[in-house]
């Protein structure tokens, strides 16, 4: 089973915000942590996966990215050792409406943002864990 490509899979998923399609190689008590330097954020299984992803949840995404012009986000980098792969993604948009005073982006500002996030498998070549980086 190629892992890199189940990676790439999923992560193509979650461009399009398709949760089925992102959750097919899940396994069923998948842990997914989303970290950032302020806080980290748990789900655990598939079933909280996909309440996490609802309608709700996907149009709070859309919304974020509304705020770009011509976001694009890519693996700029994917590398795989034994059961785990790790993917360097990078975006880059054009801030699209004036944000506000505090906002740390003005219109017409260019955001570049690099995280990461590292899939680790089980024996079944399901992710069982995936860790995502922010900030």
């Given at each position: 089973?190629?892992?890199?490509?189940?990676?790439?899979?999923?992560?193509?998923?979650?461009?399009?915000?398709?949760?089925?399609?992102?959750?097919?190689?899940?396994?069923?008590?998948?842990?997914?942590?989303?970290?950032?330097?302020?806080?980290?954020?748990?789900?655990?299984?598939?079933?909280?996966?996909?309440?996490?992803?609802?309608?709700?949840?996907?149009?709070?995404?859309?919304?974020?990215?509304?705020?770009?012009?011509?976001?694009?986000?890519?693996?700029?980098?994917?590398?795989?050792k034994g059961d785990?792969?790790?993917?360097?993604?990078?975006?880059?948009?054009?801030?699209?409406?004036?944000?506000?005073s505090q906002a740390p982006?003005?219109?017409?500002?260019?955001?570049?943002?690099?995280?990461?996030?590292?899939?680790?498998?089980?024996?079944?070549?399901?992710?069982?864990?995936?860790?995502?980086?922010?900030?």
């Amino acid at each position: 089973m190629n892992h890199k490509k189940i990676v790439e899979d999923y992560f193509k998923a979650s461009q399009e915000m398709n949760a089925d399609d992102m959750a097919k190689q899940f396994a069923e008590d998948i842990e997914i942590q989303n970290i950032a330097p302020n806080f980290t954020r748990y789900i655990y299984g598939i079933n909280q996966f996909k309440r996490s992803t609802s309608d709700e949840a996907s149009k709070i995404a859309k919304d974020m990215l509304a705020i770009f012009d011509d976001p694009k986000q890519k693996i700029s980098k994917i590398s795989e050792k034994g059961d785990t792969v790790e993917i360097s993604i990078s975006f880059e948009g054009v801030v699209n409406k004036d944000l506000g005073s505090q906002a740390p982006y003005k219109k017409g500002e260019v955001v570049k943002n690099e995280s990461r996030s590292v899939f680790k498998f089980n024996d079944d070549h399901k992710i069982i864990l995936i860790q995502n980086y922010v900030g």
